[in-house]
């Protein structure tokens, strides 16, 4: 930062002194007949007042060619949050706005190469208030448009149970008129893929209109092999290093079930829209309506060879050609209202309707070479709707301490069909589920420097109720739960150090997919059964955090009661067959640590991510009580260069250790991924090369054990790709609409996005 005030205020101090001593001597020297000795003075002080002259044009050149720079740090903690700088820092440079969120204190990529936190997972974003319904709307957001973001790590009281970090985007002035944004990409590995979407927006006074049609079409392979071996007849055996060897005694034996899935072409085709419009009623009101929706056919063939054992016998070989399809559409209002009354008081309020379709068909034709053959179509399908409502309203006690509180409402009601044909390969089944889930929070804060204080507390009751068509497929499950949920942070900050400690009481409802008990055919040896005994796991967080200019810090500790898990339990009618299901575990704790590192040395800046994660679970196997606590480690160092001319370059390293997760022991993986991006036309054009998985080294391993059962499972997928990425920006405006969807949990439960 330039420190120019200071440079003229000290030229103007020289200046002002010689004005001032010539003012002083002047009218003593008019006043009389100048003596030799007066002559003498004024000649002295005449000299005095040209030497002060030439000293003061000495010091404006000399000053007018230094810069001090100041150093202000990029991240502050407010509120609970972190609140990061993008405008005029570093991070206005980064080629999309993913790679901004992605190198936020405590946020990592993803799989898919979207944000997710450290500690909290996927995150819930928002852009000026309004939560981002379709992912697509952050990634063309151009980054010279962001002001700054705030990262949430320990969400407060006002966000629902299923939300373990969020992210508040805010840009700068809207601009008039109308913007257009068209991004097109390529991606090749084993087939193309594409993409395409067009973005307008029309901003005319106090009102705004925005559209957008898109259309992508992922291609790719995949290979997956599982490995299941487990006890009938004994307990006293012990694992050996594979699923097929194995030391036992007492007589035990040994079941194994292997299926190897190979789909040479998978592809999906996914299209998606919105519309909306937002009036301002007056410089402190604004209402608004938007429409989005998608449809997705995705069909995905593939070969199954799979096999079975008893001790060391074979006793089956199957072969088929199968095929998943998954078919699913989805339609979403949503309206909002926002206020300000007086200095004091604001207000906003949601509303969302929402419809939802989804189809996982799946056809069998599996030819068998001892038992019998399966030729048959199975196909679980549901449709949802969800209505709700929230209302949040800002009073300002005084500029140092605020209140909010408000209160929301969902609706929800599925209705699920699970059909065979022909109808002897399956029961059928059709339920309905519904649901009424009130909620009302409060959080006061206090900034009492260098201190602030969050407080705030959400109650929430939930009425749920499983009905099953016939009556007679299933007793109904009728379950109320009130529940309180408390929240606390407390923030320090002196200079550059800032420091935050904060608790969070939350819980976690089981999913429809997991309570519902139909049967849902997954391999030949492999059924998925739900369970309506699930009870809600409930988790107590405990987060600290630092940050030290460029260097930031988080560690955490989780305790969760009745925690929610998936297994996998032999048939006792076939020792071949094997139910997934979920249940409900005693307790689980875990905790993990995280720190980076960011600085930019002229044209390079590294970034430095390392961080531990270790889960501490216990379950019976093979007759006696085993803990699950390996921890696993993670590393990424991204290496940025800034070239002349608008090219930036990027080449990073990522490293994930072995550990367990769960029953599940995980096996390392690495890749190294390369980033080429050119800007044009003053960030008007874009263009990118990323090449992911450089030298195409991940691979998915995991090797689990539950009770008298292990389980393995091999994944490869199309992780190496060549992606290009064309994006053109005109009159880069941002959304006006600042609606806020308050049924995300509700639809994530029932399977929308």
Request: hydrophobic share 30%.
């Amino acid at each position: 930062m330039n420190d120019d005030r200071t440079h003229n205020e000290r030229g103007g101090k020289i200046l002002l002194a010689s004005t001032l001593l010539l003012a002083m001597t002047s009218p003593m020297v008019a006043q009389t007949t100048p003596t030799t000795e007066q002559a003498s003075l004024q000649d002295s002080i005449q000299a005095m007042q040209k030497k002060l002259h030439q000293d003061s044009i000495m010091w404006e050149k000399q000053l007018a060619a230094v810069t001090i720079k100041g150093t202000r740090s990029q991240f502050r903690q407010k509120n609970g949050g972190i609140v990061a700088r993008i405008s005029g820092t570093s991070l206005e440079k980064e080629p999309t706005t993913t790679d901004v969120l992605c190198k936020l204190p405590g946020m990592l990529k993803d799989k898919d190469g979207k944000p997710v936190a450290f500690v909290g997972g996927t995150p819930e974003i928002y852009i000026n208030d309004r939560k981002v319904q379709d992912y697509s709307t952050v990634e063309n957001l151009p980054v010279t448009q962001i002001k700054e973001v705030k990262v949430i790590h320990h969400p407060g009281a006002e966000y629902g149970n299923n939300v373990g970090c969020v992210l508040l985007i805010t840009t700068k002035k809207n601009l008039e008129g109308l913007a257009i944004v068209e991004n097109s990409g390529a991606i090749f590995d084993s087939f193309v893929s594409n993409n395409h979407d067009l973005d307008l927006t029309y901003t005319q006074g106090k009102m705004t209109y925005y559209g957008k049609l898109g259309y992508a079409n992922w291609q790719g392979k995949w290979t997956e092999e599982d490995v299941t071996t487990h006890y009938i007849n004994g307990s006293n055996g012990s694992f050996g290093s594979n699923g097929s060897s194995n030391t036992l005694t007492n007589g035990a034996s040994t079941y194994l079930a292997s299926s190897t899935l190979d789909c040479k072409h998978n592809y999906n085709d996914h299209f998606y829209w919105s519309a909306g419009a937002d009036l301002a009623l007056s410089p402190s009101q604004t209402i608004g309506v938007k429409y989005d929706g998608y449809n997705i056919k995705q069909p995905m063939p593939f070969t199954m060879t799979s096999y079975s054992m008893t001790d060391d016998h074979v006793d089956d070989h199957v072969t088929g050609n199968n095929k998943f399809f998954h078919y699913d559409w989805q339609h979403h209002v949503n309206a909002f209202y926002q206020g300000k009354f007086g200095e004091k008081w604001k207000m906003n309020f949601f509303g969302d309707f929402v419809k939802l379709h989804t189809e996982k068909g799946q056809s069998v034709d599996e030819k068998s070479e001892q038992a019998e053959s399966n030729n048959f179509y199975l196909l679980p399908q549901s449709d949802g709707t969800v209505w709700g409502a929230k209302v949040r309203t800002n009073y300002e006690i005084s500029d140092k301490q605020n209140l909010m509180f408000g209160g929301e409402y969902n609706h929800v009601k599925s209705e699920s069909h699970t059909s065979y044909t022909p109808s002897d390969k399956g029961v059928a089944l059709h339920s309905i589920t519904k649901e009424d889930h009130v909620a009302a929070f409060a959080e006061y804060s206090l900034d009492f420097k260098p201190f602030s204080l969050r407080v705030g507390l959400r109650y929430e009751h939930v009425d749920s109720r499983l009905d099953y068509l016939p009556t007679t497929a299933g007793e109904p499950i009728h379950r109320t739960y009130d529940n309180l949920y408390p929240s606390l942070s407390l923030s320090h900050q002196v200079g550059r150090f800032s420091q935050s400690l904060s608790y969070r009481s939350s819980e976690t409802r089981p999913s429809f997919e997991e309570l519902n008990t139909g049967t849902v055919y997954a391999n030949r040896y492999l059924r998925q059964v739900g369970n309506n005994e699930l009870e809600p796991s409930k988790r107590h967080e405990l987060q600290y955090q630092a940050s030290y200019g460029d260097l930031f810090l988080q560690a955490s500790y989780t305790y969760v009661k009745n925690y929610i898990t998936s297994i996998i339990e032999p048939n006792a009618d076939d020792p071949q067959m094997n139910t997934l299901t979920w249940i409900n575990t005693d307790h689980c704790w875990n905790w993990g640590s995280f720190l980076g590192y960011r600085h930019r040395w002229g044209f390079y800046e590294p970034q430095v991510q390392a961080g531990i994660q270790q889960g501490f679970i216990k379950a019976v196997c093979l007759g006696e009580e085993k803990s699950f606590h390996k921890p696993y480690y993670i590393f990424s160092l991204f290496n940025g260069f800034h070239l002349p001319k608008g090219w930036y370059m990027n080449l990073s390293f990522s490293y994930r250790s072995s550990g367990t997760y769960e029953f599940v022991t995980i096996s390392s993986v690495h890749n190294f991924d390369f980033q080429l991006y050119k800007s044009f036309l003053k960030d008007k054009l874009s263009l990118s090369l990323n090449v992911s998985d450089l030298f195409n080294t991940i691979r998915h391993k995991t090797d689990g054990i539950y009770g008298n059962v292990r389980f393995q499972q091999r994944k490869w997928e199309d992780t190496r790709c060549l992606q290009f990425r064309l994006t053109y920006r005109f009159n880069q405006a941002k959304k006006q609409y600042r609606g806020e969807n308050t049924a995300a949990d509700a639809v994530g439960r029932l399977g929308g996005k």
